[in-house]
């Protein structure tokens, strides 16, 4: 929640001058601090707040905005609380504060949304209210795959009014219940930096872009090694099996082999690490990629009819587990034991994590 202390704590000394805003925002952080209370038949207004930044701007902004005085209190922490909290009251007032910032109708009756003053007011306004929402009941959570920026409302009623809200600003939120508690939920992280900017958290919205690009340049690192390793392991096995099969032909063929494929063979043997282009490189005339293919093609072909023909293995006979050479059936490593394989093929392997 360390996103979530300062963001709190920057939007607390945010220096608001319109007093469209400052009465918008008043009226929002009392209706989601749900502090409309009824005492000996009068009103009471009474917040509930967890930071005394908050608690000052509020007791500032009822005295200069509506010319009310309100008393602080702090609750010391107790049972599930591990830290203060601010109440903030309007006893003698409190009915005149209520029907000022539109927390009841001209009836007395309690609104269950928010004001209509705020609900159609200018985006000033919206800013406003989600900025009061958000010192009340906010949470940032850190950048990542569960990231989310959400407000725990009072009642459905204020969750689509802040829905609403959002939408004027730019920004797509969602309102839905959890565990019997209404809440609205932006999950998208170019949203969440959006409505942080529009609100005011100028210097949280720096730090939230700062670590969501960290992550996402980690993930990415992340993801490029897993697939680096994954090509290291499948090049190792590739290799180790060509060079297996190209053995076991040339022992089956014998002096029977023809020149030009018992020349492709050894090179593949020599420079088992090498791609075909570099074996057409090395060859003598040099050759295509493609001529070694075929000729090493040709090779294993005409070594598995032999080995056929005799009743013997043929050239897969000496790969493990299926000898598809796939790499299934072979992930413990068994297949860099074969007689043949290089140290270099083995250290490679083993690199990759196949042995």
């Known amino acids: 929640m360390a996103m979530t202390a300062s963001v709190k704590d920057e939007l607390a000394r945010l220096s608001v001058t319109k007093p469209c805003c400052r009465k918008a925002e008043v009226s929002s952080l009392l209706r989601f601090a749900n502090s409309l209370h009824i005492v000996s038949a009068r009103i009471v207004v009474e917040a509930e707040l967890d930071t005394g930044a908050t608690a000052r701007r509020l007791r500032k902004d009822i005295a200069e905005v509506f010319g009310h005085a309100s008393e602080v209190a702090v609750i010391a922490p107790g049972g599930l609380r591990r830290h203060n909290r601010w109440v903030i009251r309007v006893a003698q007032d409190g009915d005149v504060l209520a029907r000022q910032t539109g927390l009841v109708d001209s009836h007395g009756r309690p609104v269950r949304g928010l004001p209509p003053a705020v609900v159609s007011g200018a985006s000033c306004d919206a800013a406003a209210a989600w900025r009061g929402a958000f010192l ?148 003598d005339p040099p050759l295509t990629k493609d001529a070694v293919a075929g000729r090493i093609r040709r090779l294993l072909a005409m070594a598995d009819k032999r080995a056929q023909d005799l009743g013997i293995p043929g050239t897969e006979a000496d790969l493990p587990g299926d000898g598809d050479g796939d790499g299934e059936g072979d992930r413990d490593g068994s297949y860099l034991d074969l007689p043949g394989v290089p140290e270099q093929d083995r250290s490679a392997a083993r690199f990759a994590g196949t042995y």
Do not use: Y
């Open 136 to 283: 009340v009941h906010g949470s940032l959570t850190e950048p990542g795959r569960s990231a989310a920026l959400e407000i725990t409302c009072p009642g459905p009623e204020a969750a689509l009014a802040l829905v609403g809200a959002a939408r004027r600003l730019g920004v797509s939120a969602k309102a839905r219940e959890v565990r019997g508690v209404d809440r609205v939920v932006i999950r998208d992280g170019d949203a969440i930096g959006a409505l942080l900017t529009r609100i005011g958290a100028h210097e949280s919205v720096l730090a939230w872009e700062e670590r969501r690009m960290r992550r996402e340049v980690r993930a990415t690192a992340n993801r490029l090694a897993n697939f680096d390793d994954a090509n290291l392991r499948r090049s190792a096995r590739a290799a180790v099996a060509a060079g297996a099969r190209v053995a076991r032909a040339l022992e089956i063929l014998g002096e029977d082999v023809p020149d030009h494929l018992a020349a492709a063979g050894r090179l593949r043997l020599e420079h088992k690490q090498a791609s075909l282009e570099e074996l057409g490189a090395l060859a």
